[in-house]
């Protein structure tokens, strides 16, 4: 390499496998020849069988870094408190979020802890991660999501209604997997009510149960009865009856917020479900009911990412009551 810092970041690299393999001697230990590329790939297989693939697909992005930092076929050795401090210094100088790189590092402790290594998470040294308020969509940009939509149902002919997916995200608060698993039995017009009970294998067209193996049921929000026909099959089918796979998901969103001109990184379907979420606080609903609605199976998840919609609307129910009898005052400009 030609690049001064990989050549140094190398070089320690070295000095750590060998006083590793100095270490394993002196204690007895036979050495471990499996690389990390092969430990990663045994790790995933392990996960496949045990836990849910969505889980499986969140660890991805993390080994991916992993194995660009040490190599494929650096030794398991590589694996060391000293060596995930460096890939987070390394993501966070890359511009990487706090929260991202910790979520990634993360991921590496449990292939660590799989690998019965020791914990690589002690020491680790991360910029506080906060937790920022989740991304909504404003009234005003919901109007423009609305418009767009519109337009790209009146340039297509095939294909699922846009304005309707974006209907169904807003108005039940279904994760991506789920929303395009509903079908129009689902629905019940009376009730104001939709059964959320499968999602969709990711980049599949077949259905699973959801992670909680239970279904729910959710508070429809108004607008959408608006945009429903009730009838057999999928809400939201493809050209040939089937659900959408998740790549003609990303595509669909991907083309709407083009269209509206919001596309920025780490908006999506998500942020449909957050959206709801502040729409059915904002109409007077309290955060235990959202729990419900949403699916989280702990309180204190709803109350850590939505909580703050409570102080939001109570603010806003204030200054109703202490303005409202206030007279418009107007300023004129002096000449």
């Not at 590329?37 to 969505?54: F, K, M, P």
């Amino acid at each position: 390499t030609q690049d001064r810092a990989t050549a140094i970041r190398w070089s320690w690299e070295y000095v750590d496998r060998l006083e590793d393999a100095r270490r394993r001697e002196r204690i007895g230990l036979p050495p471990d020849h499996r690389t990390l590329g092969d430990a990663i790939d045994d790790y995933r297989a392990h996960r496949l069988r045990t836990v849910e693939e969505n889980t499986v697909a969140a660890d991805r992005t993390a080994f991916l870094h992993l194995l660009r930092f040490a190599g494929a076929s650096a030794p398991l050795d590589v694996l060391r408190p000293e060596t995930l401090q460096r890939l987070a210094d390394h993501l966070l100088e890359g511009g990487y979020a706090p929260a991202t790189v910790g979520t990634y590092c993360k991921s590496v402790c449990g292939l660590g802890r799989w690998l019965k290594l020791p914990s690589l998470w002690d020491g680790l040294r991360l910029p506080d991660r906060g937790r920022p308020d989740v991304r909504t969509w404003t009234d005003d940009e919901l109007g423009e999501l609305r418009e767009a939509a519109d337009w790209i149902d009146s340039q297509q002919r095939l294909g699922p209604s846009v304005r309707l997916a974006l209907e169904a995200a807003v108005g039940t608060g279904a994760r991506q997997m789920e929303l395009f698993s509903l079908e129009r039995r689902d629905f019940d017009r009376e009730e104001k009510t939709v059964r959320i009970h499968r999602q969709l294998l990711r980049d599949q067209r077949t259905f699973k149960p959801l992670k909680s193996k239970r279904g729910r049921t959710a508070v429809v929000l108004p607008g959408f009865w608006d945009h429903f026909e009730p009838g057999p099959g999928l809400l939201l089918p493809g050209r040939d009856g089937l659900p959408f796979t998740s790549r003609s998901h990303r595509r669909l969103i991907t083309r709407l917020l083009d269209a509206a001109r919001l596309n920025a990184p780490g908006v999506g379907w998500h942020s449909f479900r957050h959206t709801y979420s502040r729409l059915f606080m904002e109409r007077g609903a309290s955060l235990e009911e959202l729990q419900k609605s949403l699916g989280h199976a702990s309180f204190r998840i709803t109350e850590e990412v939505y909580g703050h919609f409570r102080a939001d609307v109570a603010a806003r129910s204030a200054v109703g009551k202490l303005y409202q009898n206030e007279p418009l005052r107007i300023i004129r400009g002096g000449g």
